[in-house]
């Protein structure tokens, strides 16, 4: 395994040995990342490990110069994991009064499991997965608690097909929120995984409280699934997650099980890159013909997981292009799933100067289909929807666009956006079936308004097509603004 399709970096894999070990070489690690990552640039994996860090410096009986500091994040976490399962425990109460099964997740599910780790463990948030066909009156039982479940939107479209797995709920005047989830895994959409969930769900304690939990096999392919070499961070937190369930209940994992929802999806990378990265860092050791049997000897496999050691934002139009036929070769995806053709993928690579534009719409709108709702829909190109709008994500972007009886004629459309302010000209092209246009949103402008008819689509219930061509769509990290590696350009405002 190479360093970039490694899941951790070097600092990251010290620390887990450090705090998953004991005696001279986890000593060892403790003292090498100490010296390799200073306390105030430690990654967020690493803080929310501080917990395991104390208990590490009590069991070898160390001192370290920011001890007190430690000890200080450590009675921050434990106030913060309390108040949190308040508002946990009344959403649960909510959801079993909507007569929802559902289950635990991540975090949560592992406290649950193992009640002894509570105060060893940060949580940014708990994680509730709820039978999607409940969705309806489990939202209405959230607001009569008196949760804000505005981000829910109109729950009426298919949720498996949509592009996250849960949204956020919040108490007024509080800042810490609960995820209701409708689907196990954000990449996996095929509704297989949460019914099987759902259905072998068991039982474990949450602050004296019988909470449902996914079985063991089910809570370790969840670790593992979320594991892809580019999200290091995320990485750290799904491997000590396993290290728990694996040091305490190794034998009574359903291997078979494991074995075949990680076959059935194509995740033999992850699978096998997590327990080789335990095996060689902590004390567990994952059965070797489990071990051999998970390796991914195929070549698309192999292409896949070199592809995801890459950032999203850094992936070109031909990679992404190959992860989404990998995920409909192992029905990630499920049925509903949108996604450009290869064509299209090569249409948008020998695009130079806007002059496939027309080609690109004429190939989505001849097979996009669908009823209209009233609402705009991102189908291509857009970065997960905020509050107040949405950032296109990438050079094209497609998206389909509600038309008045006015529009079906001819008329213009507008939409309000803005755009990111780059310290140069921002140029848009556009079409709507009908006509190309360009616009320029000069230096230091960041407001714009895209006017152009669009064709009135009879297989989208007279909606419109809206493609974009976004040429200088650049990321706030590659800007020096912040940590964003996302390529924008222009935001669309919500009406």
């Known amino acids: ?60 009986g160390l001192d370290d110069p920011d001890l007190l500091r430690m000890k200080g994040i450590e009675r921050h976490i434990w106030a913060s994991n309390t108040l949190r399962f308040k508002q946990l425990f009344l959403a649960l109460t909510a959801i079993r009064r909507a007569g929802a099964p559902f289950v635990l997740l991540k975090g949560a599910a592992l406290l649950a499991r193992m009640p002894e780790i509570t105060a060893l463990r940060a949580s940014e948030d708990y994680d509730v997965l709820v039978d999607p066909s409940c969705m309806t009156a489990v939202r209405r039982e959230l607001e009569v608690a008196g949760f804000n479940t505005s981000a829910f939107g109109n729950l009426e479209s298919g949720l498996q097909s949509k592009s996250i797995a849960g949204l956020a709920v919040t108490l007024p005047g509080s800042s810490n929120e609960v995820d209701i989830h409708w689907r196990t895994l954000p990449d996996l959409r095929n509704p297989y995984l949460t019914d099987r969930v759902l259905r072998f769900a068991e039982q474990g304690t949450l602050h004296q409280n019988d909470v449902p939990i996914p079985s063991l096999a089910h809570q370790l392919f969840i670790c593992l699934a979320r594991c892809e ?88 139009d031909l990679q992404r292009w190959f992860l989404q036929y990998v995920d409909a070769r192992y029905t990630r995806n499920g049925s509903a799933d949108w996604s450009l053709t290869l064509r299209e993928v090569l249409l948008v690579r020998k695009s130079r100067d806007g002059e496939n534009l027309e080609a690109f719409w004429q190939s989505v709108s001849q097979r996009t289909s669908g009823k209209s709702n009233g609402r705009r829909k991102f189908l291509h190109g857009f970065a997960l929807p905020e509050k107040w709008g949405c ?15 006015e529009q079906k004629n001819g008329a213009p459309v507008e939409i309000r956006g803005q755009v990111l302010d780059s310290g140069n000209v921002t140029r848009i092209f556009m079409t709507g079936g009908i006509e190309s246009k360009k616009l320029e949103v000069m230096r230091g402008e960041t407001e714009a308004t895209l006017s152009l008819p669009l064709q009135s689509l009879e297989t989208l219930g007279g909606d419109g097509l809206l493609v974009l061509w976004l040429p200088d769509a650049i990321s706030p990290n590659a800007l020096g603004m912040s940590s964003d590696r996302r390529k924008l350009s222009f935001a669309v405002l919500r009406n």
Request: hydrophobic letters at 50%; glycine letters at 2%; one cysteine or more.
């Open 1 to 60: 395994m190479t360093a970039s399709t490694a899941l951790l970096n070097e600092p990251q894999r010290l620390l887990l040995k450090a705090v998953t070990g004991s005696g001279p070489p986890a000593i060892d690690a403790f003292r090498r990342w100490r010296a390799m990552v200073p306390f105030d640039a430690i990654e967020y994996s690493a803080f929310r490990a501080i917990p395991l860090l104390l208990a590490f410096l009590k069991r070898e």
């Open 391 to 405: 950032w296109t994500d990438g050079h094209w972007a497609v998206a389909i666009i509600p038309l008045n009886d």
């Open 229 to 316: 070499p580019w999200d290091k961070d995320e990485c750290l937190t799904r491997l000590l997650e396993a290290y728990f369930l694996l040091s305490k209940y190794s034998s009574a994992v359903d291997w078979a099980e494991l074995e075949r929802l990680v076959a059935q999806y194509g995740l033999e990378a992850r699978a096998s890159a997590c327990f080789e990265e335990l095996a060689a860092v902590t004390s567990i050791a994952v059965p070797a013909a489990v071990r051999r049997r998970l390796r991914p000897w195929s070549f698309l496999l192999r292409k896949e997981w070199a592809i995801r050691s890459a950032h999203p934002s850094d992936r070109t």
